[in-house]
């Protein structure tokens, strides 16, 4: 008889009258809870918003619970279909006997994620950074369910550490078991802690942190996996393929994908969104998107260049620069007087026109540019005019 051993519980199941409360669920709820928390601290942490993560659970548990479900019977169907199956088909549906397998339950809880994450147009990528430490730390106090309903635990050991398991469960009296579900257990606290630390440490973003945390798991599920054994009627229900369990080559094919990802994303940046614009923006409906009132000084340069295309024929630079052309004209025909008195006029006109004109033209910068096109007209118009000033006024003297 070994001198040091984990004892197994006599009972996974209690009663609440007739209300049954199962030790199994009890693990699993926990794990969620821990795993919520501590993601939501960490969103509110990159600057989210307070219950994001809250709302993005309840789909995420949902679906993880179908899919895990899912995998278990796929992996496991000769527990319930078969010659060799102890259990009856329906029994499949029992989720509280145990059996959830984690990557059904991360690929559709990922859907669910995926969906609500959509929906607030938020990234995945953080997301998925966010709650890849909190998904460790639940599978390792999810692992305790299976102490309790004594199953997956591993190979005959003689180790001071084995686990009793009793005869209904498989066991063999005074055989101990490899307790696999606590190897994992804290495999995934460990996990926990290092995807902590390297989040801080490291810039892993866009779901290199994620990567990380399903490399990480693999690696050691692995090497546990290799030690489990499911004796059920005294047969390993265990599915192989080439000499190695499913669980087993699962976790190559993710361990592989997780180091692809983390290569191709080596030097993936930018931003990533992690407050989703509110529904419960005003906008105004007289206005188009980013549109600003006439003469608010707020208009983009897009909308200052169509306001000029519209506005520059009625404006005061085109009338500016058709008297400077007229005053130029009139000098060239020989009557300086009369080119003058029309250029003076003109110019009184541009600028009262100007003067009318202004918050126009301080509200866009392309009237702007075409007022400057019109001074140095008016310029050229008045160097022009300028030999015929002074005969203009030598015959307003006499006139006196």
Not at 69 to 77: A, G, K, P, Q, S
Not at 119 to 137: C, K
Not at 162 to 179: K, N, R, T
Request: net charge negative.
């Amino acid at each position: 008889m070994p001198l040091a051993s984990i004892p197994s519980p006599s009972e996974g199941v209690w009663y609440l009258g007739i209300i049954p409360i199962r030790a199994y669920a009890l693990c699993i709820v926990l794990g969620v809870i821990v795993a919520v928390w501590l993601s939501e601290r960490r969103w509110r942490a990159r600057g989210g918003q307070k219950g994001t993560m809250i709302d993005i659970a309840v789909p995420a548990v949902i679906f993880g619970l179908i899919g895990g479900r899912l995998y278990h019977v796929i992996t496991d169907w000769q527990t319930y279909f078969g010659s060799r199956a102890i259990k009856e088909p329906y029994k499949a549906l029992y989720i509280w006997e145990g059996g959830l397998g984690i990557w059904g339950a991360i690929a559709l809880g990922g859907v669910g994620v995926w969906l609500a994450v959509r929906r607030r147009g938020l990234s995945m990528g953080a997301v998925a950074d966010t709650v890849a430490p909190g998904i460790a730390f639940a599978q390792a106090i999810g692992r305790w369910g299976n102490w309790f309903n004594q199953e997956l635990y591993g190979s005959p050991t003689t180790l001071p550490w084995g686990l009793e398991i009793d005869v209904d469960h498989g066991g063999e009296p005074g055989v101990l078991y490899h307790p696999t579900f606590l190897y994992e257990s804290l495999w995934d606290v460990a996990l926990g802690f290092v995807l902590i630390y390297a989040g801080r440490r490291f810039a892993l973003h866009h779901g290199r942190l994620f990567a990380v945390y399903v490399a990480g798991y693999t690696l050691g599920r692995f090497w546990i996996e290799g030690l489990r054994i499911d004796p059920v009627g005294g047969v390993d229900h265990a599915v192989e393929f080439l000499g190695l369990r499913i669980n087993q080559w699962t976790s190559i094919v993710l361990f592989v994908g997780a180091l692809v990802y983390l290569w191709l994303t080596r030097n993936k940046s930018g931003e990533e969104i992690v407050v989703a614009p509110s529904p419960d923006d005003p906008v105004d409906p007289a206005h188009a998107s980013g549109q600003a009132d006439p003469g608010t000084g707020e208009s983009s340069a897009a909308e200052a260049a169509s306001d000029d295309s519209a506005d520059a024929p009625e404006g005061s630079s085109r009338d500016a620069t058709k008297d400077a052309s007229t005053a130029t004209t009139g000098d060239a025909s020989g009557d300086a007087t009369a080119g003058a008195t029309t250029g003076a006029t003109g110019d009184a006109s541009a600028e009262t026109s100007a003067d009318a004109e202004s918050p126009r033209a301080e509200g866009s910068d392309a009237e702007a540019s075409s007022s400057s096109s019109s001074s140095t007209s008016e310029e050229s118009a008045e160097e022009k005019v300028s030999d015929a000033e002074p005969e203009t006024v030598t015959k307003e003297k006499n006139s006196r």
